[in-house]
């Protein structure tokens, strides 16, 4: 086995650690009855999937949020600390016929803001921001000339599970799955 090989190794159980004790900062920070946090490893990296209570958004914009639960998937792919992870929205909770951000766009840029990603910024802090983003999303949603659409970014190259998509369904009027809308 060439050394090349054993520094790749070195540096996979690196991450895989520095990921584990981000986690057991996380469930720290929100292990509680409004908060679930679960995490696996598959093709696309590494996922922690992040589901909050609205009850912890502000009352004012509670009634506006159609789901329970709101749930994230940040994803961590393998140049992780280096690159920055990916948002994922899966809970359609925006109360808009017309538009809906859980069809697979990275909407980091969105719930970072100006500041960015930087290499030890740590994923609680990550988690923290998700409430302010449904927030604002929920606020933009409501402008008369909303620019909701605009948010996020989708990645060529990027594996996509077609269960986690959604698209519209013009004859409904409603969002439903691709599969539903074949049938």
Same mark, same amino acid.
């Given at each position: 086995? *060439?050394?090349?090989?054993?520094?790749?190794?070195?540096?996979?159980?690196? +991450?895989?650690?520095?990921?584990?004790?981000?986690?057991?900062? $996380?469930?720290?920070?929100?292990?509680? !009855?409004?908060?679930?946090?679960?995490?696996? !490893? #598959?093709?696309?990296?590494?996922? /922690?999937?992040?589901?909050?209570?609205? +009850? /912890?958004?502000? =009352?004012?914009?509670?009634?506006?949020?159609?789901? =329970?639960? $709101?749930? &994230?998937?940040?994803?961590?792919?393998?140049?992780?600390?280096?690159? *920055?992870?990916? /948002?994922?929205?899966?809970? *359609?909770?925006?109360?808009? !016929?017309?538009? #809906?951000?859980?069809?697979?766009?990275?909407?980091?840029?969105?719930?970072?803001?100006?500041?960015?990603?930087?290499?030890?910024?740590?994923?609680?802090?990550?988690?923290?921001?998700?409430? *302010? &983003?449904?927030?604002?999303?929920?606020?933009? #949603?409501?402008?008369?000339?909303?620019?909701?659409? &605009?948010?996020?970014?989708?990645?060529?190259?990027?594996?996509?599970?077609?269960?986690? /998509?959604?698209?519209?369904?013009?004859?409904? #009027?409603?969002?439903?799955?691709?599969?539903?809308?074949?049938?």
């Amino acid at each position: 086995m *060439d050394s090349n090989s054993n520094k790749f190794r070195d540096l996979e159980k690196h +991450r895989h650690s520095t990921i584990l004790e981000d986690l057991k900062e $996380i469930k720290r920070f929100v292990n509680n !009855e409004y908060w679930r946090l679960s995490s696996c !490893e #598959s093709l696309d990296g590494f996922s /922690i999937f992040v589901e909050f209570a609205k +009850r /912890i958004l502000k =009352e004012n914009v509670q009634a506006q949020v159609t789901a =329970e639960q $709101i749930k &994230f998937k940040i994803l961590l792919e393998e140049r992780y600390p280096f690159k *920055d992870p990916q /948002i994922l929205c899966l809970t *359609d909770f925006l109360n808009n !016929e017309t538009f #809906s951000i859980s069809d697979g766009r990275d909407l980091f840029n969105e719930v970072v803001g100006q500041d960015g990603w930087k290499c030890d910024y740590p994923l609680y802090k990550l988690i923290w921001l998700l409430p *302010d &983003f449904v927030e604002e999303m929920l606020s933009l #949603s409501q402008k008369k000339e909303s620019k909701t659409h &605009f948010v996020g970014t989708f990645h060529l190259g990027m594996l996509y599970d077609i269960r986690e /998509i959604k698209t519209q369904s013009r004859q409904l #009027s409603t969002y439903k799955t691709v599969f539903d809308v074949q049938e």
